[in-house]
C-alpha cells in the first residue's frame, strides 16, 4: 500500500468514526492525511468506496486479532471470558471497530445493508463459537434469538469507553484500565452465561 494511501485510509478511518458518513468530508480526510482532495479519487474512487475500504480495514483488524486471540487460548480457559475481556479490551483500544458496529446497524441504508452483508453476518457465527463454542443456531430458533440478543450485550457493554470521564469520575478508575475491563469482563460473562441458561 502507497503512503498516500495508507495515510488517507488512516485519517478516513478517524473522521468517518469521529463523523458518521454524512458528517465526514473528503476535503477534511485529505487535510488530515497531508494530500489534495483528488488523491481520494486516485486511491478510491470516491467517498462510498474510501468508506468501504475504512471499515473493511478496521473490521479485518479486530477479526485478526480475534483469530489470534482464540489460537492462542489454552483449553482449559473459560472461552466465553477470554472472548469477552479480549473484546472489551480491543474495543478500549480501537473505539473505531465498535463504532463503525453501532453506526450502521442502526440504520437501513445502501450502506448499512452493505455493512451487515460483506462484514458483519459473515463474521458473526465466528464470533459466536469465539465466545461459547457453539455453532451459529438455526434461524428462527429460540437460541437463534439467545445469539442475537447475546452479541447485542456484548456491544452494549462497550458503551462504558465512550462515557469514559463520566466512568472514571464515579469510580475513581480509567474504564481502560486492566483492572476495570477485568471486573467489566466478569460482569458481562454473568450475563451471557445467564442468557445462555434460559
Known sequence: MSDARERILESAVKIFADNGFNGASTRAIAGAAGVHQPAIAYHFKNKNELWKCAVSSVWNDF?????????????????????VKFYLRYNAEVPETIIFVIQESARSDERSQWFIHNLLSPQAGKLYHAMIGREWPERGSEESLRAISMLSLLTGSTRIFFQRAAAAEASGVDPRSKAFIRIHAETVTTAVKALLQG
Do not use: G, I, S, V
Open 63 to 83: 477479526m485478526a486479532a480475534l483469530n489470534e486471540k482464540m489460537a492462542t487460548m489454552p483449553e482449559d480457559a473459560d472461552r466465553t471470558y477470554e472472548f
